[in-house]
């Protein structure tokens, strides 16, 4: 991986390498640079997960011309695929090292050890909802029970934004969660469930599963189940797999199949 990663900057393919480094007893993510080859061998593999596809298009809007390579897991390569095809960075500018590690159903490989069954005390079993359920076991549940543990689960909200700002497919300069018209401000926690429908409803067509929202969300909430399942909605009604390719159209609520892919950066 090193010596990968020393040749795409020596030979002038990337200009910057984003992947991840110890520091103050953490693994970060870190610009690796050609000046400076012999940090390259501090670049470590592990279970650390950013969206660095979106710290790339953050660089690319400031710094244009540079050419940016990343680690990329499967869920790092869905989500450039989604910020491509939305027009978030060009076709080929950020190149990628691939990591297999991915447990999505959207996944090419299937040996992920960062997203391990999660346990839980008694309080969320009885009330709540199991992260680790599938849409399927859910839908299963009784409605009026399965509304009741939702918003359990939706009123321990602290309106933090933890879900958005880290989910790597989130790139709107203005955010819905923060308009006034669609969500109340000064209060906690947020209007239920309107926030978490707002935002799920943007996930729609985007989500690529990769869970950093629900692995960020400070009090447990089940995200990636609920994105999860507005995905399978997509999949059924539109049959649209989301990032799981450069060539498909973005995908839109006003859904039309002939809609080509963008091909300008940075256009929203
Ligand atoms: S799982 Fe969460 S963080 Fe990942 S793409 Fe979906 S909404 Fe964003
Ligand atoms: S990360 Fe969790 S607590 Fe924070 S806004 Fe999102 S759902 Fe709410």
Redesign the pocket.
């Known amino acids: 991986m090193h010596e990968k990663v020393l040749n795409l900057l020596e030979t002038g393919k990337v200009d910057i390498f984003l992947g991840y480094k110890m520091m103050a007893g953490h693994p970060l993510p870190h610009a690796f640079g050609r000046h400076n080859p012999v940090e390259v061998q501090e670049m470590i593999l592990g279970p650390a997960r950013y ?1 660095l596809e979106k710290l790339a298009v953050e660089i690319l809007a400031a710094r244009p011309d540079l050419k940016i390579g990343i680690l990329a897991r499967d ?1 790092n390569r869905r ?1 450039l695929n989604v910020l491509t095809v939305h027009q978030q960075v060009a076709p080929g500018q950020v190149q990628v090292l691939e990591v297999s590690c991915c447990p999505s159903p959207l996944q090419r490989h299937a040996d992920c050890s960062s997203l391990e069954a999660k346990e839980f005390g008694a309080g969320k079993k009885e009330i709540g909802i199991d992260n680790n359920l599938t849409p399927d076991r859910l839908e299963a549940m009784e409605p009026t029970e399965r509304f009741s543990r939702w918003m359990y689960e939706f009123q321990k909200c602290l309106k933090c934004y933890g ?1 958005r700002d ?5 790139f709107c300069r203005e955010c819905s969660l923060e308009h006034e018209d669609l969500i109340g401000t000064g209060d906690l926690p947020p209007e239920v469930p309107i926030f978490h429908l707002v ?1 799920a409803v943007h ?1 729609a067509g ?9 692995d ?1 969300c400070p009090v447990d909430i089940p ?2 189940l609920l ?1 999860r399942k507005v995905n399978e909605l997509v999949a059924d009604l539109f049959d649209y797999k989301t990032g799981l390719s450069l060539e498909q159209p973005p995908f839109s609520l006003l859904f039309d199949k002939t809609a080509q892919p963008a091909a300008a950066p940075h256009g929203a």
């Open positions: 969206p869920c989500a879900c880290i989910c790597p497919v989130c935002r996930m985007r989500c690529i599963d990769c869970g950093l929202c629900e960020a995200l990636r994105y």
